[in-house]
Structures are given as C-alpha cells and as structure tokens.
C-alpha cells in the first residue's frame, strides 16, 4: 500500500526567501503529483513528474523527482505572498490506480 | 472554473435528513472519484468511477451512497449522517490508465456540515 509523507506540515517563511517541501513516498510510484489549494477553494494542479530525475519549474516552483530515493521536492525560490496556500504531493503506483495525497504542507508567506 | 462542477457549494444537514451530493464534468475524462477532506487528516479516497463502472470502494460506511448514471456525472447520496462526517466533499476526474498523465481535475467541493 503506497503511504505518502510530506513534511514540514507547516511552514512560516519571510518573503525573499527560499525553502523546501519533502516528500516521501513509501513504495513504488509511476508518477508523482503536486497540488496547491487555496482556502476554500479547490486542488489546482501544479506539476506531474513521470520519471527519474524530472524536473519542472513555473515561476517560483521548481519541483523534481528522485525515484531510487522515493523523494520528491518542491522547492521555493524567492517566497511572495502569493504563494501562501496548501500544497499536496500524490503520489500513484501505476496510471490505473488511485492518487495517494500526504497530509499537505500549509505554507504562510510574510512580509 | 475548473472544468469539474460540484453542487451544492454548502449543505447543513441534520443527522435523521437525506441529501445528495452532485459533481458534473465536461472534459471528456472516463473516471469520477469522490474524495473526502476533514481537518485534520489526508485527502481520503472513497470512491472511484471507471467508465460508470464502480472500481473502488474505500470502506467507506453505507450512509454514503455513490451513483454514476453516465461518465459525466456523479452523485454522492447522503442519509443518517453523523457530524465526524463534516468535511469538504470533494469531485475529481480523470482519464484512466496511461492517459492519466495529467493527474485529476477537482472541483471546488462540497462543504457539509452535520448537525
């Protein structure tokens, strides 16, 4: 049964700075699936990491996928308010099966 | 507009009332799941929808109800609730298998209170 692990759960940062979100994914995962969602509102999709190695980037984001390591990053490049939200990584042992989401990291930017 | 609609936004119930739940989406994709989000727990999986066909449920208790009449809707039938079942209810789809490469579309969700 793949269980996945995001941590930190919470994270506080200045504007300006950078950080990382971790997540851990306990078995194999064709393919792994970062989420942001804004409070009251719906899951957005961000990126989707297919293989080893893969990286993506979209403004401020940049997230990347190690699958010997079961490990996927999200990391925050210069941090604006804009981007305090939720984020989810989910993770899928195979196209036919279901997301498996962590518990969220829920990121607040300040001034 | 995410492409995936879920009505109604809220919904107070009490816990002897019977209610439903839909979610309706246009974007081709032939999979409709039901997922579940309280406060302080991950985004549950409950139920899956493959081309109306129902391939998975979470163990879900049968005070929920799921109905998938064509690929584009679904329905989550509501009865004798209890409040641990407050949560935002949330839509998504998807096309199966390898045309899955772009993950689920979700809809705003369904904020249910039980009272």
């Known amino acids: 049964e793949l269980k996945v692990e995001q941590n930190p759960l919470f994270l506080s940062m200045q504007e300006g700075k950078n950080y990382t979100i971790y997540c851990n994914y306990s078995?194999?995962?064709?393919?792994l699936y970062w989420y942001r969602q804004d409070p009251g509102k719906s899951l957005e999709s961000l990126f989707v990491l297919l293989s080893n190695g893969a990286v993506k980037q979209e403004g401020r984001l940049m997230a990347s996928l190690d699958t010997k390591a079961r490990l996927s990053t999200l990391h925050i490049t210069a941090a604006v308010h804009d981007l305090s939200a939720t984020y989810f990584c989910a993770g899928q042992v195979t196209g036919n099966t279901p997301l498996v989401f962590g518990k969220g990291t829920r990121l607040s930017v300040i001034a | 507009e995410t492409g995936v609609t879920q009505t109604p936004r809220h919904l107070v119930m009490g816990m002897t009332n019977k209610k439903s739940l839909k979610c309706e989406q246009h974007?081709?994709?032939?999979?409709m799941y039901w997922y579940k989000q309280s406060a302080k727990k991950p985004l549950e999986l409950m139920f899956v929808y493959n081309f109306k066909e129902q391939t998975e449920n979470n163990s879900v208790p049968s005070r929920f109800s799921p109905e998938c009449p064509n690929s584009s809707h679904l329905f989550l039938h509501l009865h004798t609730l209890q409040p641990e079942d407050s949560a935002l209810y949330l839509c998504?789809?998807?096309?199966?298998?390898?045309?899955?490469?772009?993950?689920?579309?979700f809809g705003s969700g369904t904020r249910l209170t039980v009272v």
């Open positions: 078995t194999t995962s064709d393919r």
């Open positions: 998504a789809s998807s096309h199966p298998g390898d045309r899955a490469n772009y993950g689920y579309t």
């Open positions: 974007l081709g994709h032939n999979a």
